[in-house]
Nanobody, 122 residues
């Protein structure tokens, strides 16, 4: 089992920045692929970014150039730095962990956090 706890969400004005953190426990963190997903009201959950065991990353087209995913294996933590935030980034952001060998864009990750709300005002 893997436990994931997100933090760092909140209310920010358009153009501002936030950094989300996700602390993992229960399994060797370096052996996990990690992802950030988001879900806005009335919409499906979607990939924001993901990072592999080796540090390779993928991003949704909507956040490329604005968001950066990173991981600190010594702290068992994955981060999502969000810059130039837009009102359409408003959503609940979820951290997820996956045991698969491939880095996935789909939501079939093995473990999920409870989510943290990000609200961007115009």
């Amino acid at each position: 089992q893997v436990q994931l706890v997100e933090s760092g969400g909140g209310l920010v004005q358009a153009g501002g920045s936030l950094r989300l953190s996700c602390a993992a426990s229960g399994r060797t963190f370096s052996g996990l692929n990690m992802g950030w997903f988001r879900q806005a009201p009335g919409k499906e959950r979607e990939i924001v970014a993901a990072i592999s065991r080796s540090g390779g990353s993928i991003y949704a087209d909507s956040v490329k150039g604005r968001f950066t995913i990173s991981r600190d294996n010594a702290k068992n933590t994955v981060y999502l730095q969000m810059n130039s935030l837009k009102p359409e980034d408003t959503a609940v952001y979820y951290c997820a962990a996956d045991l698969s060998l491939m880095l996935k864009r789909t939501t079939n990750y093995d473990y999920w956090g409870q989510g943290t709300q990000v609200t961007v005002s115009s």
